[in-house]
């Protein structure tokens, strides 16, 4: 495909950002890579100015630039055609798509599965494999239930929704239209209900349920658990990495994305567009506003504001935190200054 022919591919992407390339540059593109492992016939990206180094030394034909100039002149010099866009990575998961599609089966039903008689399988369904459908689970139109997924009674399943090997959901869990969930992942299984007594732990059943709305995706090895009553809930379009634990009856808004080894307490109520980066902690109860967003590591014991950014454990406001950084690698030097101050004030 011709560079130029890639550019016609992102429409309005392309067009509304007023993308530039040099009219002679119209190499052939074979596919894509990063800027430091391309070779002839890929294209790339960068996304800023600690990037320009790689513009000199690259094999790319073509990049994808931001709108710096100094950057796209030295892609001129470099005899790279390139692209300038607000958007560099965006635009790079564009040119992905045109060549490369994650892999879909084809729409049947492996002999060896295992399914309900009062089970409802809708049109163009893939079920591979020793897959388990318990009774009265809905499976909607185009879903793709890959090898060895179990699903538990009284489950549905949205349109379109993927369902990679080895995941169990169990009953009655709602996941909605378009989602993912990955291979590992577990939604809906007992939350961690226990009533303290004088001869031990009692078991409080969990009859609640766990709901995924539509765009939802769910890592590897995450669990999502139902709660004692009502619902654990995760909002349209959210985005959960790898080994995440979502407690029982935890309430989580639109458009979040919650990175890997975080982990929240039961009732923790999250609102839109949130962030929370690696292994973020979060205690029961907690409310975090839209918006906001938690570092890697964070401990959140409190509630965070709308669109509050914190860091450090105990949580703190990200500035604050920043400064404390910088005092904690003194604090040594600062021990032995005041030693001297108390040596001189005869105090031990």
């Given amino acids: 495909m011709k560079f130029r022919e890639i550019l016609d591919q992102f429409g309005d992407a392309a067009t509304k950002n007023s993308l530039t390339f040099q009219p002679d540059q119209n190499p052939e593109i074979t596919g894509v890579a990063a800027i430091d492992e391309a070779i002839s016939g890929n294209i790339s990206y960068v996304e800023g100015a600690k990037f320009a180094s790689f513009l000199s030394s690259t094999a790319a034909s073509a990049v994808i630039l931001p709108g710096d100039e100094k950057l796209q002149m030295l892609a001129t ?38 399914i309900a008689s009062t089970a409802k399988i809708g049109h163009d369904v893939y079920i591979g494999a020793h897959v388990v459908i318990e009774s009265g689970v809905e499976i909607g139109d185009g879903a793709i239930i890959h090898p060895n997924v179990v699903i538990y009674p009284d489950a549905k399943i949205g349109d379109r929704t993927t369902l990679h090997a080895n995941c169990t959901i169990h009953e009655r869990t709602r996941i909605g239209a378009d989602c993912v969930i990955h291979s590992g992942a577990v939604i809906g299984a007992e939350g961690f209900g226990f009533v303290p007594t004088r001869t031990g732990w009692l078991k409080m059943e969990q009859s609640g349920c766990t709901v995924l709305e539509d765009g939802v995706e769910v890592g590897c090895n995450t669990a999502i658990d139902r709660p004692a009553v009502g619902e654990t809930r995760v909002g349209r379009n959210t985005k959960i990495d790898n080994l995440v634990q979502i407690g029982h009856g935890c309430q989580i808004g639109a458009g979040c994305a919650i990175a890997g080894q975080a982990g929240m307490a039961g ?30 590591q964070t401990g959140i ?32 030097d600062m021990y032995q200054t005041l030693k001297q101050f108390q040596r001189l004030l005869g105090k031990k």
């Fill in 77 to 114: 010099e470099n005899g790279l055609a390139w692209i300038a866009t607000p958007e560099p990575r965006l635009l790079f998961a564009r040119a992905i798509a045109l060549f490369y599609q994650p892999y879909r089966p084809q729409a049947t039903i492996h002999p060896s599965a295992v």
């Fill in 267 to 296: 009732g923790v109520k999250i609102g839109n567009r949130v962030i929370l980066a690696g292994q973020t902690g979060i205690a029961n109860q907690v409310k975090i506003g839209d918006g906001a967003i938690a570092s890697a």
């Fill in 301 to 332: 014991h409190s509630d965070v504001a709308p669109g509050e950014i914190v860091s450090g454990s105990p949580a703190m406001p990200h500035k604050l935190y920043l400064k404390v950084s910088a005092i904690y690698s003194r604090l040594p």
